[in-house]
């Protein structure tokens, strides 16, 4: 009896709402607005964090880089032997990368010079030199390259290969060997691999020269008493651990973490006054139609059960909504002009995606931030006027 009750209760609060819909139909639109614009920022930044962080684990963690004049020139290869002759350094690896610009497309590509006999220091690399006979690479001119690489390289008529041209104006052709995805997009969308003959060639580079040299440290809590001995012995250079890049990320995106707080707090401070306002008193329609229910013999519990009704539905179902066009939004569109928020509105990157990284913790959050309290700021005036008199809320 009680369940036949309540369903009828819940099929009257659904012809309330038919009878008020264009007030509804605002609500409903507003409250899927705003829940729609705070779940989208939170689902951008989400992707984002989880991308970074999955970059952050794969990092080395020492990087000495050559400084001339403030900044960043080339090393010598030759002190590769003296680092791993530091007690405590497993591995040190000289690299050859750079960025080079493809002015058609407007963009910048990642280049890393790679061999089939390097000790890989990553695990995207050790995988690609096992899947890929990186021996015959330099003499076929053969180069892998990421995924949104190879788009761009479509969109511009090269079709298995890619004219590089060296600082003496001259050109390299590469060709492609393969093309690949890494375990997070951030690290090998705009990243191309070729021989370390060709990366040096191609930035005009000498063979005794790296970019800088990466080094492994076999017990981690040893890391800052090594990096402090090859600051002492190479005093023109810079040692950056994992944990001083792990912290330069993490600035970052703490920065433009505030930049979405500031956009979360405007959509909440509007949500608020929505419900502030809802909160603070019934319009006359609405207090007549409470005053005929209880004249008709409703108690005070069936007309708060019958707003609650009410509330629920039009709030879970803008929620739902706002939900479904936020995944859409970040995941299918890639979240146009939010994501520029993070990422920088420059294109001289590849089009970066955004992982799908569902949260559940952040879906609570947006629950409990919107739908109780909607339905809190319908059942306390309600109940005000529920508690009156019928005749005198009638007057």
Not at 38 to 47: D, H, Q, Y
Request: hydrophobic letters at 45%; glycine letters at 6%; one cysteine or more.
């Amino acid at each position: 009896m009680k369940s036949k009750l309540n369903f009828l209760l819940f099929e009257f609060s659904l012809s309330s709402i038919f009878r008020h819909g264009a007030k509804n139909i605002f609500i409903f639109f507003v409250f899927t607005l705003l829940t729609f614009l705070l779940s989208s920022v939170l689902f951008v930044s989400n992707s984002i964090k989880s991308e970074l962080d999955a970059t952050l684990d794969s990092l080395p963690d020492i990087t000495v880089q050559k400084l001339q004049a403030g900044r960043q020139t080339n090393i010598p290869v030759s002190r590769v032997d003296e680092l791993l002759a530091i007690q405590g350094v497993s591995k040190a690896v000289p690299r050859i990368w750079g960025y080079y610009y493809f002015a058609k497309a407007g963009v910048n590509f990642s280049v890393l010079g790679i061999d089939s006999f390097d000790d890989q220091y990553k695990s995207l690399y050790r995988k690609l030199a096992d899947q890929y006979d990186f021996s015959n690479f330099a003499d076929k001119s053969l180069m892998l390259v990421g995924k949104g690489v190879d788009g761009i390289l479509r969109e511009n008529y090269y079709k298995g290969y890619f004219n590089f041209i060296k600082p003496d104006g001259t050109f390299v052709k590469m060709n492609i060997g393969g093309i690949f995805t890494g375990d997070t997009r951030m690290e090998s969308n705009d990243l191309i691999l070729m021989p370390k003959s060709k990366a040096l060639e191609i930035f005009g580079m000498h063979d005794d020269e790296a970019t800088d040299i990466v080094i492994r440290v076999a017990n981690p809590v040893e890391i800052p008493n090594i990096a402090t001995k090859i600051s002492l012995k190479y005093p023109d250079c810079r040692v950056i651990t994992k944990e001083d890049l792990v912290i330069s990320y993490q600035n970052i995106f703490d920065y433009k973490g505030g930049l979405f707080l500031a956009l979360f707090v405007i959509s909440g401070f509007t949500f608020f006054m929505i419900i502030y306002d809802k909160a603070s008193g019934l319009s006359s329609e609405e207090k007549r139609e409470i005053g005929i229910l209880k004249a008709l013999g409703w108690k005070v519990d069936d007309i708060l059960k019958e707003k609650f009704y009410e509330a629920f539905a039009i709030s879970f179902l803008s929620f739902i909504t706002a939900i479904c066009m936020s995944m859409f939004f970040v995941y299918f569109l890639n979240a146009p002009f939010l994501r520029n928020i993070f990422i920088g509105y420059s294109t001289l990157k590849p089009d970066f995606i955004l992982p799908f990284s569902l949260n559940f913790q952040t879906l609570s959050v947006i629950f409990f931030v919107t739908v109780p309290i909607y339905i809190a700021a319908t059942i306390v005036p309600s109940w005000r006027v529920a508690s009156m008199d019928a005749d005198e809320v009638m007057r």
